[in-house]
């Protein structure tokens, strides 16, 4: 098992600048020990099982522990988050899926769903994740009051093998709709959940030849999107500075003043 002790007050570097919508998160308003805090990036380990038999078909459930959250491309503070004392909280993202694989234009072998269901949950404690001797994903450890924060369903994704130096690099794209959000958890443009995936040949093995497990620390990250992103306004508007503590301030009051959240 695996424990995020290095993930410990959500410290985690995002590459780049403004990845997504930026969101407000509030784990104490979903009744976890964590204080509200604001991003526009989520960071993932993943803990994968992909079955894939002859019939070219393939299914898949994981767990991927949010490991933390940039703002701007810099780390983001998530108070309580991954706290190895047990003293404060931690969420991860189980998905389901299933599809068809084939070739890519290239000749590389892809994956392309047709089913994909996710739900991230939050919880008190300290988790720690793996395998069991079953070779299915586990999660273990003090896992208290778990809650579902965010939960949705496919809109599309592709998973491609790219040859790389030591064998195939893992690269996807998932969109996925958000259709649940916790009572007063979120605030923010949270239409649409984007994920990009890149996974090099370590970060996983064929323990059958027909079997994928996906064990990485690190190579999924998360962004959300307004559903009208193809229409936003000027990009120049969103290079202009922003004060995130007087964002954090504004909805913090708000939520004192009204019991919402901006959503």
């Known amino acids: 098992m695996v424990p995020f002790d290095d993930a410990a007050g959500g410290g985690h570097a995002g590459g780049g600048a403004r990845a997504g919508e930026v969101f407000a998160w509030a784990p104490r308003a979903a009744g976890l020990n964590g204080g509200l805090f604001v991003a526009d990036a989520i960071h993932f380990a993943d803990y994968d099982v992909i079955e894939q038999p002859p019939d070219g078909t393939f299914s898949e459930i994981g767990y991927l522990p949010i490991t933390g959250f940039s703002l701007g491309g810099e780390p983001v503070e998530a108070e309580g988050l991954n706290d190895p004392d047990g003293g404060g909280w931690g969420a991860y993202m189980r998905i389901e899926g299933s599809g068809t694989t084939g070739l890519s234009p290239s000749g590389t072998p892809a994956s392309d769903y047709d089913v994909l269901d996710y739900e991230i949950v939050g919880f008190d404690g300290f988790a720690t994740y793996g395998f069991d001797a079953e070779g299915d994903v586990a999660v273990e450890g003090e896992i208290n009051d778990p809650v579902t924060l965010l939960a949705g369903s496919l809109i599309d994704a592709r998973v491609d093998f790219v040859p790389s130096d030591g064998g195939f690099t893992i690269e996807g794209t998932v969109s996925l709709t958000v259709e649940e959000v916790a009572p007063l958890f979120a605030a923010g443009r949270l239409d649409v959940l984007d994920l990009t995936i890149l996974h090099p040949p370590e970060d996983y093995s064929f323990t059958s030849p027909t079997t994928v497990r996906v064990a990485a620390t690190s ?30 301030a504004r909805v913090t009051q708000n939520f004192l003043e009204t019991g919402q959240w901006y959503h």
């Open 219 to 248: 190579g999924t990250d998360g962004s959300f999107a307004a559903a009208a992103s193809a229409e936003a306004a000027d990009p120049a508007v969103l290079e202009e500075p922003v004060d995130w503590d007087a964002v954090a």
